[in-house]
């Protein structure tokens, strides 16, 4: 039952979310035409960074949404996953961490995740077209009549995944639990960055509770968590492979954010900059 309830929850969280950026999509694609990123400016990463800080799980999977329709561009996309923390904050507020430390976490985060996203886009900037219309097609939408129907229809085939993926996710979390990961870390080896930044990428938001309490049972250093949080984009992942069909595009962010996480925890600890 506890592993039913959560992954309702999970899924419940997702709902608003979900709706307001569909019904986003849906008046761009009835209002704007053409070059989209274009007109969004170059500031993507910024404030893509700024949002994904706040604790939830709902941003990223707004973002991947609209980089999947090619509302936001791939920077801004990537700077949303890198600063995103799920539920860091409030597990380390109940532990009683020091708040200057999480302050300094998700500043941390926040410049990885900018600087990032900008360069990404310096990189592999380009113009894009609105790709909503493929989106409706997945989803077999009449997406010509009614803004709000093909919003909620959006909204109920992503929750419908995400509930059955989230459901799996959440059997092997409470079947191996924290005690089978405890046993592979290698605490003060760059292996352990490693692993962190692999649960990290676990599309779920108690990989980020996982590493959080792996940090304060002094299982992992602190530079090993913020490579699991860094790395930790919640659902986003997840929804990337399903709503986007570039499987390199895909590749590429998966491969992006787990190497930005290896090494941005390992630099930090071999640095002592915390």
Known sequence: ?????????DALKLLPFLFVTFLV????EHKLDGDVIAKAGRLGPLWGSLLGVIPQCGFSAS???LYATRIISLGTLISVYLSTSDEMIPIMLANKVDVGIIVRILLFKFFIGMVVGFVVDLLFRRREKLKIDVLCKHDHCDCEHSIVFS???HTMSIVLFVLVSTFVINLVFEYLG???LERFFMKNTIFSHMLASLVGLIPNCGSSIMITELFLNNTITFGALLSGLLSGSGIGIL???????SLSENLLVLSLIY??????????DLLGVF
């Open 1 to 9: 039952m506890d592993i039913v309830t959560d992954t309702l929850l």
């Open 25 to 28: 999509i849906e008046c761009i």
């Open 63 to 65: 973002a991947t949404n």
């Open 151 to 153: 919003a909620l229809r």
């Open 178 to 180: 924290q005690g089978f």
């Open 239 to 245: 929804l990337l492979f399903k709503t986007n069909k």
């Open 259 to 268: 190497v930005i996480g290896v090494l941005s925890g390992f630099l930090v």
